[in-house]
């Protein structure tokens, strides 16, 4: 066991780029810890000899089988386990959370060293609003399993943040266009790297320069919220009555369309009762 360290998993958050950004604390721990599971060794090689770190790795990544966890979990009851992604904060966007899933169930001590996280640093630089937003990772490859996604999030009243590749890129931004509507949106890329680039737009506007020069690099799509509803008509407030009556007693009824469409429910309550007079 480490002589610094208790026992248990730290999480480390790693640069998404310049390594500069590796905390005193996270490259303290990378140094002391006994062992450090990572995606990738090549990849975190590099790290830890930027951190003075010469402590052994083992992997840890998207195909690990449960035999793999099971041992590092067992690991955990005498040493101390880094975890660390090939870049950012382990767990956003990868299959992390298991083995915290499975050290918490075994009784293991487990912390977190915040730092980097390429959707939090994306939100920071598209200036679109930051109060409220979802973090969707990767969306499916193919159009019609996008599209579908893209449907389920349509109506969220937040700031929506996707990981993408430059090759689908034009593809993604052309898909949340049709599904979306044409919002504002940013296209952020290597970010913290020399060649750190932000393009705003909306989505269409984002979608031609794609199509017209592929970006390369880890990118990040961050998509505005919906604008505000547009008042209902007569006719839409006609019909949604007639749809809550003839499921609902008039009270809960107006309270249904009241929320559904931003109206007043005293109002919709009387228009209800004269609906219901008149049936």
Do not use: W
Not at 20 to 42: G, H, K, N, T, W
Not at 54 to 61: A, F, G, Q
Not at 213 to 232: A, C, F, K, T, Y
């Amino acid at each position: 066991m480490s002589a610094e360290l208790s026992p248990g998993l730290y999480i480390v958050a790693g640069p998404i780029g310049n390594l500069s950004d590796l905390s005193p604390r996270a490259a303290e721990i990378l140094r002391d810890a006994d062992v450090i599971a990572v995606e990738d060794s090549r990849v975190s090689a590099r790290l830890l000899r930027h951190a003075g770190s010469d402590r052994p790795m083992v992997p840890y990544h998207d195909h690990s089988d449960e035999r793999v966890r099971a041992r590092l979990v067992e690991r955990m009851a005498g040493e101390a386990v880094a975890l660390l992604s090939d870049a950012g904060t382990p767990l956003i966007s990868d299959p992390g959370y298991k083995l915290v899933r499975d050290a918490r169930a075994a009784g293991r001590m487990v912390t977190s060293l915040p730092g980097p996280c390429a959707a939090i640093a994306a939100i920071t630089l598209s200036g679109l609003p930051s109060d409220r937003f979802l973090f969707m990772g990767f969306l499916p490859s193919k159009t019609k399993a996008r599209s579908d996604t893209l449907d389920e999030i349509r109506a969220v009243r937040a700031t929506l943040v996707f990981y993408e590749s430059g090759p689908r890129c034009a593809a993604a931004l052309g898909d949340m266009q049709a599904v979306l509507g044409d919002r504002p949106a940013a296209l952020c890329r290597e970010i913290s790297k020399t060649f750190e680039e932000v393009l705003t737009g909306s989505l269409s506007e984002l979608a031609a320069a794609c199509a017209a020069r592929e970006p390369r690099g880890e990118i990040v799509l961050v998509v505005g919220p919906p604008g505000e509803r547009p008042p209902p008509d007569e006719a839409e407030i006609e019909a949604a009555l007639r749809d809550a009556l003839a499921r609902l007693p008039v009270s809960q009824a107006a309270g249904e369309v009241a929320r559904a469409l931003g109206l007043d429910r005293k109002a919709l309550y009387a228009r209800a009762m004269t609906m219901r007079g008149k049936a």
